[in-house]
């Protein structure tokens, strides 16, 4: 066995399926041992004198089993430590897509001393290393399961560590409030005139109340980036919703005749709206029933209706408004809607003002769907309505933060709230060194200095085997 006490750990590094090329990868101190073991290069002169590889170059050869047999002509690389990414010793080998090939090579690995690795525990393995911080850790995550260029730009901002250094200026400007504090309990003498409320109270709101209320602000566009949104198509039989669909995917989706009532089950698709994912739902046209199955449509977009994050509202703008309209846009409540007028190429003028007099300032787009007119209109304001012009691009991708880290931010701003509470009403240094203390523990368990094993086995636990 070549094990040791550190655990050599091997993985398939690509997806499962047939490909060009699959990885397999190896990390551990074992792992140059490994590679020697089933590895025979092409030219064994490349090799240093002792038959040991040189870091970070690539070698042609093939991979043998136990007895000698060849299962794949594969490339491999040895990567010694630190200079990797889990700062480990680390070996891959490159060999053809073939699933059962990677099997075969990766049971022989397995065979001679390395432990099959667990979901993410390369990535975990490079955060206890400390070459990544946890915020880090979870972008790695969130690059591999983005569903738009968004979500990659979001990522890949994180993974460069632009929303620690926004979490790293809060925690300096608290350690710098906390010094001061300190400063005062060792001369309790002094503390009133340490203690100075207005200067301390300005440091919290600017360095640490602001830019936390900023960052909490941003979370739900990070999230509506990361995880998209339902997008809802509702309105009477025949106003164009599929015609819409049809457009807005740019291919012929759904079905699309002059026959009301042709859409009886939802049809759900995802498109990207300047890199946000939209998971469009065509529905049955919402009307007074008339069959069993036309029933079960309806109710079924209904439900859709109200588990929405954005409504587009469809009204047949050569129709007018109807009472049956009135009824169903009433029952919207309070969700974000686009109100859609279609048919605007038979509509006449006059009902075009009617309608626009009656929805006011909620966002409208003027369409025809069958011809394409207005679309780009509408996925412009489907964007607007989402995530709002007020904030640049660039805001949103440095600083995104995910669930876990909002709700972290709030208990922050709590602590911040009990110190700001504390200063004004004159309180010692002692209360204000606690929440104090208690805010920088708090930001400390976004970055992962003091998160629990339990929160990361189950944040590591997202990843795919190999990552």
Do not use: W
């Not at 040791?4 to 074992?30: F, H, K, L, N, W």
């Not at 000698?68 to 080998?93: K, Q």
């Not at 929805?359 to 207005?374: D, E, L, M, P, R």
């Not at 209360?431 to 976004?446: E, M, P, T, W, Y």
């Amino acid at each position: 066995m070549l094990l040791t006490a550190d655990e050599t750990i091997a993985a398939i590094a690509t997806a499962p399926g047939i490909g060009g090329i699959g990885v397999i990868r190896i990390s551990g101190s074992a792992a140059a041992a490994v590679l020697q073991r089933l590895f025979v290069p092409h030219r064994r002169e490349s090799l240093h004198a002792d038959g040991s590889f040189p870091s970070h170059r690539l070698f042609y050869g093939t991979v043998r089993d136990r007895h000698g047999t060849v299962l794949d002509e594969v490339m491999a690389v040895f990567m010694r430590a630190p200079h990797t990414y889990t700062r480990e010793d680390v070996a891959e080998i490159q060999c053809h897509g073939s699933y059962l090939v990677q099997q075969a090579i990766l049971a022989e690995i397995l065979a001679v001393g390395t432990r099959a690795a667990e979901p993410g525990e390369f990535t975990k393995r490079a955060f206890l290393a400390g070459r990544i911080d946890l915020t880090q850790a979870e972008a790695v995550i969130d690059l591999l399961q983005a569903q738009s260029m968004g979500g990659v730009e979001l990522a890949v901002g994180q993974l460069r560590g632009q929303l620690y250094q926004r979490i790293a200026a809060i925690r300096d400007a608290l350690v710098e409030i906390l010094a001061i504090v300190e400063l005062a309990l060792d001369f309790p003498d002094d503390e009133t005139d340490i203690l100075v409320a207005d200067r301390l109270l300005g440091q919290v709101q600017e360095g640490v109340e602001q830019p936390l209320l900023l960052l909490l602000a941003l979370a739900d566009q990070g999230r509506v980036i990361r995880e998209g949104i339902k997008a809802v198509i509702v309105g009477q039989p025949n106003v164009g919703k599929s015609s819409l669909l049809n457009q807005l995917l740019q291919e012929e989706r759904a079905l699309v005749t002059e026959i009301p009532g042709t859409t009886r089950d939802t049809i759900e698709e995802l498109i990207s709206v300047q890199g946000v994912p939209v998971h469009l739902i065509d529905t049955a046209g919402i009307r007074e029933h008339e069959d069993a199955v036309e029933e079960l449509g309806i109710e079924r977009a209904r439900q859709k209706m109200q588990e929405a994050d954005l409504v587009l509202f469809v009204v047949d703008a050569s129709q007018g408004l109807s009472e049956r309209d009135r009824s169903l846009y009433a029952s919207l409540d309070d969700r974000k809607r686009v109100v859609v007028f279609n048919k605007i190429d038979i509509a006449d003028t006059g009902l075009l003002q009617e309608l626009n007099s009656f929805f006011g300032a909620v966002s409208q787009v003027q369409t025809a769907a069958k011809s394409g007119v207005g679309i780009a209109e509408l996925r412009e304001a489907v964007y607007q309505t989402i995530i709002g012009e007020e904030e640049e691009v660039n805001e949103r991708i440095s600083c995104a933060p995910n669930l876990r880290h909002k709700m972290i931010l709030e208990k922050t701003l709590v602590a911040c709230s009990q110190v700001r509470q504390t200063l004004l009403l004159g309180g010692p240094a002692d209360l204000l060194a606690v929440d104090l203390r208690a805010a920088l523990d708090h930001l400390a368990d976004i970055v992962g200095l003091t998160t629990s094993d339990d929160i990361l086995d189950v944040l590591f636990s997202r990843f795919c085997l190999g990552k």
